[in-house]
């Protein structure tokens, strides 16, 4: 079992700039892959982001891109994902999630552990 926690979230204006953290509980941090989603109102949850075991190898979601860096500490147990020139369509919750066989994935159903989230929104 592993056990998530987000913060970082709040209200920013369109253009500005939040970091997400999502620290894990559990000694095989290093071993999972992380993945970060979101929701908002009304529609799926989406990807948006994700960093293999090392931190080598990243993935996005293309309305991310250039803009979102994700990352991970693995002394700290922890998942960044920083957020820069946020949209008002970046507005949703956020959600990190673990892939225990520590690839690299994109959909939501390939997730074994996720966090409560944390709302970002962003105002225009």
């Known amino acids: 079992q592993v056990h998530l926690v987000e913060s970082g979230g709040g209200l920013v204006q369109a253009g500005g700039s939040l970091r997400l953290s999502c620290a894990a509980s559990g000694r095989t941090f290093n071993y999972y892959a992380m993945g970060w989603f979101r929701q908002a109102p009304g529609k799926e949850r989406e990807f948006v982001a994700a960093?293999?075991?090392?931190?080598?190898?990243?993935d996005y979601a293309d309305s991310v891109k250039g803009r979102f860096t994700i990352s991970r500490d693995n002394a700290m147990n922890t998942v960044y994902l920083q957020m820069n020139s946020l949209k008002p369509e970046d507005t949703a919750v956020y959600y990190c999630?673990?892939?225990?066989?520590?690839?690299?994935?994109?959909?939501?159903?390939?997730?074994?552990?996720w966090g409560q989230g944390t709302q970002v929104t962003v105002s225009s």
């Open positions: 999630a673990v892939h225990e066989a520590g690839y690299v994935r994109t959909g939501a159903d390939e997730y074994d552990y």
């Open positions: 960093v293999s075991r090392s931190g080598r190898s990243t």
